[in-house]
């Protein structure tokens, strides 16, 4: 007589280690839950660390530039892009006094 060989049922998957909201969760959902996490002084160093991965600046730049160390580091490169979206959002000019 031949029996069938006795195979195990693969271990289920480990779900529980995994914030399965924080992985599909859109760009302005992770922010907005970032910056409840964050309440004083002492978070500011951790929130734009956190805030420039979520936004992908710390991407970008660490291609261009090797890596970006610091937060003021990050904040710059953060406010070169706003100021950048807000040229191209008027024509290339900062100001219309200057246009």
Do not use: W
């Not at 195990?8 to 969760?25: I, T, V, W, Y």
């Not at 160093?45 to 730049?61: L, M």
């Amino acid at each position: 007589a031949i029996y069938p060989p006795r195979l195990r049922d693969p271990p289920p998957p480990s779900l529980d280690q995994f914030d399965l909201d924080e992985e599909f969760a859109d760009d302005a959902a992770r922010l907005a839950r970032l910056t409840n996490k964050c309440v004083g002084d002492n978070d500011l160093e951790y929130y734009a660390r956190e805030a420039s991965d979520i936004v992908g600046i710390t991407k970008q730049e660490e291609s261009l530039s090797g890596k970006l160390q610091d937060a003021k580091a990050l904040l710059h490169a953060i406010f070169e892009k706003l100021v950048q979206f807000k040229m191209l959002g008027q024509g290339g000019s900062l100001c219309p006094a200057f246009s």
